[in-house]
C-alpha cells in the first residue's frame, strides 16, 4: 500500500515549488537579457551602416553610370546632321551663331558662367569643344571642365537649300529656296507639321562680323520658300535644315558640373527652345575631365591623347580650336573623359584614405600629353569632411565625327 502523506507535508512542498525566483537569480536573469539586447543592438547597428553605406555605394555607380550614358550619346552624336561643306564650297563648321545675342538668352548661371572667359556670344558652331577648368579652381578633383556638345538631325541636315533670290531678303523674313524637302515630314500637311514639329535652320550670314550664321524657327512652308521667326541679318545664300526642336533633333548644349551640389548639368543653347535651359542630369558627379584623341597624319590611327590646352603636342586650346576648326578639327578622333564620382553619405570617421587615379597611359601605353602627371591622382583632404565621403571614377573612350565633317 502507499503511505498516506499528511496533508500539512504536501502544503509545504507545493508552497517551496510556487516561490520562485531569488533577487539574485532575478539579477542575472536580467543582466543576461541586456547582454544579449546590447549585442542585439550592435549587430543591427552595424548592419544598417553597411546597409547605409551598400545603398549610396550603390546609387554613386548608378549615377555615374547614367551620366557616363548621357555624355557618350551626346558626344557620338556631336557634329551629326552639320553638313560638311556649303555650296561654295566653304565649311559652315566654325561660323558664329550668336550663342546669347537674343534678348530672351541671358548668360548662363553656375557652373557654365565663366564658359569661354563669360563671353558665350563667341562661341563657333563645331562639333565637340573642351573648355580646359573655365572656372580656374583647383579642387575638388584639379577643377572640372565644360564640354560643348552640337548635332542636328543626319537625316535633314547635310544638304543645303540654296537661296534663289539672295539680294534683298535680309529684309524680309520669307526666302526662297529650291526646294524644302526634307523640312517637314508629309509635305501635304505643311502648316500642321510646321506647328507640330517647329524645324529648325540655319542660315548663313555672308559677309557679316565673325563669320556670323543665325538659327531660325521656320513658321511657314511653300513648295519654293520659307518663312521664319525672325528676319535674317543680311541676305543668305544658303539654308541648313537641322530637324524639328520638338521631337530632340537639334541639341546644342553644354555639359558641366557643379562641384559644389555634386550634380551634372546640362545647358541648352539653342535661343528658339522655350523649355528650361538649365537641367540637372545626374547626381553624385564631383568633376568632369576630359582628352582629346588625336590620329596619326599618315595611317588616321590614334596617337596620343591631348588636354585641351596650349601644350607640347600644340594649341588645343578651346580659342585655338574655334579660331582654326577647319586645320585641327580633322585631327580629332575620339573623346577621352573622366567622371569623379561622390557619394552622398557622410561616413562617422574618414573612409578614403588612399588617392583616386584616372587617365592611365596603361594598357593600351597610348601617351598622354599635357597633364602635369599621368595618372592624375587625387586625395581628398584628410582634415576636412572630404575625407568621410566615399569616391569613385568612371572613365570612359567615345570616337566622334570630326574627321568626317570637316574633310
Request: proline share 7%; glycine share 8%; charged share 10%.
Amino acid at each position: 500500500m502507499t503511505p498516506f502523506k499528511p496533508i500539512r507535508h504536501l502544503a509545504v512542498h507545493a508552497a517551496a515549488r510556487q516561490r520562485g525566483m531569488t533577487l539574485i537569480e532575478l539579477m542575472v536573469a536580467m543582466l543576461i537579457g541586456l547582454l544579449l539586447a546590447l549585442a542585439m543592438v550592435s549587430a543591427l547597428k552595424v548592419g544598417e551602416a553597411q546597409r547605409r553605406t551598400t545603398s549610396a555605394t550603390s546609387d554613386m555607380d548608378q549615377s555615374g553610370t547614367y551620366a557616363a550614358s548621357v555624355l557618350d550619346t551626346a558626344l557620338r552624336n556631336a557634329g551629326s546632321g552639320l553638313m560638311q561643306k556649303s555650296l561654295g564650297g566653304t565649311s559652315l563648321i566654325g561660323c558664329n551663331p550668336g550663342f546669347a545675342t537674343t534678348a530672351s538668352f541671358t548668360q548662363p548661371p553656375s557652373p557654365f558662367t565663366q564658359f569661354l572667359g563669360g563671353n558665350l556670344g563667341s562661341l563657333t558652331l563645331e562639333p565637340v569643344l573642351i573648355d580646359a577648368n573655365p572656372s580656374g579652381t583647383t579642387a575638388p578633383a584639379g577643377g572640372s571642365d565644360v564640354l560643348a556638345v552640337m548635332s542636328a538631325s543626319g537625316a535633314a541636315g547635310t544638304v543645303p537649300l540654296a537661296v534663289t533670290s539672295p539680294a534683298g531678303t535680309g529684309t524680309s523674313t520669307t526666302l526662297p529656296v529650291n526646294s524644302t524637302v526634307g523640312i517637314t515630314r508629309n509635305p501635304q500637311n505643311l502648316a500642321q507639321d510646321i506647328a507640330q514639329d517647329r524645324p529648325q535652320v540655319l542660315v548663313d550670314q555672308p559677309g557679316t562680323t565673325n563669320s556670323r550664321c543665325s538659327i531660325f524657327t521656320v513658321t511657314g512652308i511653300t513648295a519654293t520658300s520659307l518663312t521664319l521667326n525672325a528676319t535674317p541679318q543680311v541676305a543668305p545664300s544658303l539654308v541648313l535644315p537641322l530637324g524639328n526642336l520638338s521631337g530632340g533633333d537639334v541639341q546644342f548644349q553644354l555639359f558641366g558640373v557643379d562641384p559644389g551640389a555634386a550634380t551634372l548639368y546640362s545647358y541648352d543653347l539653342n535661343p528658339n527652345d522655350s523649355a528650361p535651359a538649365l537641367r540637372p542630369l545626374s547626381g553624385n558627379v564631383l568633376a568632369i575631365q576630359a582628352l582629346y584623341g588625336i590620329a596619326d597624319a599618315n595611317t588616321g590611327a590614334l596617337k596620343e591623347w591631348v588636354a585641351p590646352t596650349n601644350n607640347t603636342a600644340g594649341d588645343y586650346s578651346i580659342a585655338s580650336l574655334m579660331a582654326n576648326p577647319n586645320t585641327m578639327l580633322n585631327q580629332i578622333v575620339a573623346i577621352r573623359v573622366a567622371l569623379i564620382l561622390k557619394g552622398s553619405l557622410y561616413e562617422k570617421e574618414p573612409v578614403t584614405a588612399t588617392g583616386l587615379s584616372w587617365f592611365n597611359t596603361a594598357p593600351s601605353n597610348i601617351p598622354i600629353i599635357g597633364l602635369a602627371a599621368t595618372p592624375v591622382v587625387w586625395t581628398p583632404d584628410s582634415t576636412t569632411a572630404d575625407a568621410h565621403y566615399r569616391y569613385s571614377v568612371v572613365e570612359f573612350v567615345v570616337p566622334v565625327r570630326n574627321g568626317m565633317i570637316i574633310n
